[in-house]
């Protein structure tokens, strides 16, 4: 049976290295898992409660998440007509695809950066038009000039996977007011609320009044859900009523929904891991300096690091018990990204990167 021809040359998505299959390889008891940004945290407690709680009802299909997307409307000051669910950020990233993209297409963004961009728009035989970073970060001035008449989507990723980097509030605005209202710009906040740049800008409180900008925000990351795959748009209504007629009708689980809600009044807790977060992230980036490592400048919960060959010190720490992401799917052969883990975590992987980096 002979596939779509637009999907021949792609290959399936390669998560992060599963600890339990290093576990498996080398015997190891102890697993150090700092490759896919996962948050190092499990969930809120009282979405651990919310869980308990949900879970002699799971022979139900989920209830259309009208709570989840009162709730986050009201924390944004909209609607509920205003918030498209998905199935972590990247359903809504696939959603938008189907969509909004044909062939002839292009959607553009900047590179190396999120593959699922690219991904999703090979998928529906649309154009990528990748656009070179500037240190690290999107080059919005460059992103602009790349605008043609083919532009359907433009990706703008703040702070960036997988090098960390985040564009000013100036820049994104003059970018916004330089797209023609035509192209949907799609900025992807997946990491917002580690953040504490004062450059970086709230994209949903300062743009999602405009007619063709779509803010994604997750509860995968510093809210611990990654597991349960839960994100979320806020675009237009009538964006949102378009993404409605192509995702699936129980793709955000009740799980998800019940932990999400659970989840977004634990004001302390989120400053704790925030701050906990910043801590552990500027001293990996002080460790690794005095190591000489290249860093990118990173505002999140990662660290980017050019070593040469991103792929071989990996495998190296990876027989030491330490997973970090060698870059090459993303563009980036010659780096490792480095998830910020707990202080135990990170000196773990300070070792591991001490004895890797030794001569053979």
């Known amino acids: 049976m002979q596939a779509r021809p637009e999907i021949a040359d792609l290959r399936p998505y390669q998560p992060g290295k599963p600890a339990s299959a290093l576990r498996r390889e080398l015997g190891l008891e102890r697993i150090v898992k ?13 979405a651990v409660e919310a869980l308990a709680d949900a879970a002699p009802g799971l022979n139900r299909y ?7 997307l009162e709730r986050l409307a009201g924390r944004h000051g909209l609607t509920p007509d205003r918030v498209a669910p998905g199935n972590g950020a990247d359903g809504v990233i696939a959603n938008l695809a189907l969509a ?50 083919a532009t359907r989507i433009a ?3 703040s702070p960036n996977n997988p090098t960390g980097g985040i564009v000013s509030g100036d820049a994104l605005a003059g970018f916004l007011d330089a797209v023609p209202e ?5 900025i992807d906040s997946a990491y917002h609320e580690y953040v504490t740049d004062p450059a970086h800008v709230d994209a949903i409180a300062a743009h999602a009044g405009r007619p063709n900008v779509v803010v994604l925000r997750t509860f995968s ?19 949102v009523a378009e ?10 689980s009740e799980l998800a929904q019940v932990a999400a809600v659970a989840s977004l009044d634990d004001e302390p807790e989120l400053e704790r891991r925030r701050s906990e977060n910043e801590g552990e992230r500027r001293r990996l980036e002080s460790e690794l300096g005095a190591r000489g490592v290249k860093l990118y400048p990173a505002a999140a919960n990662f660290v980017c690091a050019e070593v040469g060959d991103g792929a071989a010190l990996a495998a190296r720490l990876e027989r030491e018990g330490v997973i970090v992401r060698p870059l090459a799917p993303f563009g980036a052969p ?6 910020v883990g707990l202080g135990d975590e990170n000196d773990a992987f300070l070792t591991a990167l001490d004895r890797s980096l030794q001569p053979a």
């Open 62 to 68: 989920p209830e259309g998440g009208a709570e989840l």
């Open 334 to 339: 010659a780096c490792v990204r480095v998830t």
């Open 221 to 239: 990351k510093i809210y611990g859900l990654a597991g349960l795959r839960i994100g979320y748009g806020v675009a237009p209504a009538p964006v």
């Open 182 to 186: 035509r192209v949907l710009v799609v």
């Open 155 to 157: 990706y703008v990723c």
């Open 100 to 149: 909004y993209l044909r062939p002839g297409d292009e959607a553009l963004m900047g590179w190396p950066s999120f593959v699922s961009y690219r991904l999703s728009a090979v998928k529906m035989g649309a154009t990528p038009v990748p656009v070179p970073l500037r240190d690290g970060s999107y080059d919005l001035e460059a992103m602009a000039a790349a605008v043609t008449a």
């Open 34 to 46: 700092l490759g896919s940004n996962e948050g190092p945290r499990g969930p809120f407690p009282a």
């Open 243 to 252: 993404l409605g007629k192509v995702r699936g009708p129980f793709d955000v």
